[in-house]
């Protein structure tokens, strides 16, 4: 969907480097969720974010929304190979309507 | 808990052929969705539902139907396959007012001939 874009769409890191993706709205969220997708298989729920300004860890996975509830990042330190896979944001923009989900970042974690 | 399940999960049909792609969840969630899922498209929405039978489109609805007769079930209907419906469909299931993950189901990848 246009109203939700995900940078970047693929990611290589070597493996104990740190890196960030990111989620930008063009509308006010109500609600910002992150997904893991391991290759041919359903999505895990990682975080779900709704106040601006919050911050959310789950083991080396951080995640953020930005104070204008418009951005999101999420955060991996030193990352291994367990963190290879798809990451999808989707977006609650109220409503009472479905997800809206960016195309997601590949990343691929080498040794 | 089963959660979200999906049939089959896999699944091959010849251009023109008909077939329902099954979804069920025991979490007694209100609201229901169906998406495909393409290479470098992420999900795409196709149909949901907000309780038993209300149905809606979503973003990408042509080709496809839905019912919703009871909560636990939300089938999908293809009733004449096209190779542009070759793709990963998945089911989720959530309660409404937003503040609760969706879950997902496994999945069902359909190759259509």
């Known amino acids: 969907s246009q109203e939700l874009e995900q940078s970047p769409q693929s990611l290589i890191v070597q493996e104990g480097k740190n890196l960030t993706i990111n989620c930008t709205s063009s509308?006010?969220?109500?609600?910002l969720y992150w997904y893991k997708q391991k290759y041919g298989e359903g999505l895990i729920f990682l975080m779900m974010l709704q106040k601006g300004g919050e911050e959310k860890s789950h083991e080396k996975i951080t995640a953020k929304l930005d104070e204008k509830k418009q951005q999101s990042s999420l955060h991996i330190t030193a990352s291994q190979p367990s963190h290879a896979g798809i990451y999808l944001c989707g977006a609650d923009f109220g409503g009472n309507t479905p997800l809206v989900f960016g195309k997601g970042t590949r990343l691929s974690v080498i040794a | 808990n089963a959660g979200v399940t999906q049939t089959p999960k896999f699944q091959v049909l010849k251009t023109g052929q008909s077939m329902t792609l099954q979804c069920a969840q025991d979490m007694n969630h209100e609201y229901m969705s169906w998406y495909r899922q393409d290479p470098g498209m992420g999900l795409r929405l196709i149909h949901y539902s907000v309780g038993a039978g209300i149905t809606d489109q979503g973003e990408v609805p042509n080709g496809y139907n839905v019912s919703r007769s009871t909560t636990e079930d939300f089938p999908l209907r293809l009733l004449s396959a096209a190779p542009s419906q070759t793709s990963v469909y998945f089911c989720a299931s959530t309660i409404p007012g937003g503040g609760s993950e969706a879950f997902f189901g496994q999945g069902t990848r359909l190759t259509v001939v």
């Open positions: 509308k006010t969220l109500y609600g």
